[in-house]
Each structure stands twice: as structure tokens, then as C-alpha cells.
């Protein structure tokens, strides 16, 4: 059995030979456009409510929640990426992605300017049946990805400072 779907069980090719044919599939449509080509595939519309279910639910982050929403509308970005802190998935900040180019640079929030895949540590999907996120174990990148963690070493801490010797 061939795994590929284009050919059935008694082999033959079904994209190559069709058993029907009508003469309409075969003259060209000359009437005014009305078709519009899909744009790529986005994930816009599961981030917002990812945002507004899971990662900023409630009052208390409201204002948060709002001018991410209008950071992403300003954007002719179609995917995008959250950033959790860790496996918590505590929500750090918002990024666009470019599949074509690879390309992650933050939107809004707290994290790096610009991610690169070798900083990528965990890749998760968001649910929106179940309201949560869950870890998807691949280590490649593709537009179907909703939310990242970075390596812990990558996240910047506040530098502690040295108490100043009293003078006596």
C-alpha cells in the first residue's frame, strides 16, 4: 500500500486521470473577479482568544489584554507567537512571525527584540476547546505553533547591586 493519498488501492493515479470530465472545467472564466485569493494562513484570531481565555484572562490584566489587541491590529503580520516565561506558560510578551523567512520580533511585552530558532526551547498549540495550551514535542518551527519558551539563561535578570561600603 502507497501511503500517498493521490493514488487509490487498485492503483490508479486520481490526479493524472479523472473518470468524469465536463467541458466547463475546461474553458477559462472571463467574468469579473470575484474570487479573492486566500491570504496565507493566520493564527490571529486563535491568539486573541488565547489571550483573552488563558494567558490574560480577567480584570486584572485588562488593560494588558487591550493594547496587545491593538498592537496586533496594527500589524499586517498574519502568525503570531507568545512568549512564556517557562513551561507555566506565564505570558511574557507577543511576537510576529514570518514562516518564510524564519523571522520572530516582538510585538509587545517583556522579552528578546528578535528570537531565532536556536534560542526556542518548548513549542505549544493552543486548544481553544479546552481554554489551555499544550506542549508540542517538536523542536522545528512551522505556523501552526501558537506559543514558545525561551532558555532560561536568555532571560535577562535584573543585575544585583553591590551595597556601597559605609565610610566611617
Request: hydrophobic share 30%; with cysteine; glycine share 4%.
Amino acid at each position: 500500500m502507497s501511503p500517498c493519498p493521490s493514488v487509490s488501492r487498485n492503483g490508479e493515479n486520481w490526479e493524472n486521470e479523472s473518470t468524469t470530465s465536463s467541458a466547463a472545467s475546461n474553458t477559462e472564466y472571463t467574468g469579473p473577479k470575484l474570487y479573492k485569493e486566500p491570504s496565507a494562513k493566520s493564527n490571529k484570531y486563535i491568539i486573541q482568544n488565547a489571550l483573552a481565555h488563558c494567558c490574560l484572562a480577567g480584570k486584572v490584566n485588562e488593560g494588558q489584554k487591550k493594547k496587545i489587541l491593538e498592537e496586533m491590529e496594527k500589524t499586517e503580520s498574519n502568525n503570531f507567537l507568545i512568549l512564556f516565561r517557562d513551561a507555566g506558560c506565564q505570558f511574557r510578551a507577543i511576537y510576529t512571525y514570518y514562516p518564510e523567512t524564519q523571522e520572530i520580533s516582538k510585538l509587545a511585552g517583556i522579552g528578546p527584540k528578535s528570537i531565532t530558532p536556536k534560542m526556542i526551547e518548548n513549542l505549544y498549540k493552543y486548544s481553544s476547546d479546552k481554554k489551555q495550551f499544550c506542549h508540542i514535542p517538536a523542536k522545528t518551527m512551522s505556523a501552526s505553533i501558537d506559543a514558545i519558551t525561551i532558555y532560561g539563561h536568555l532571560w535577562q535578570t535584573k543585575k544585583q547591586s553591590t551595597p556601597k561600603k559605609l565610610l566611617k
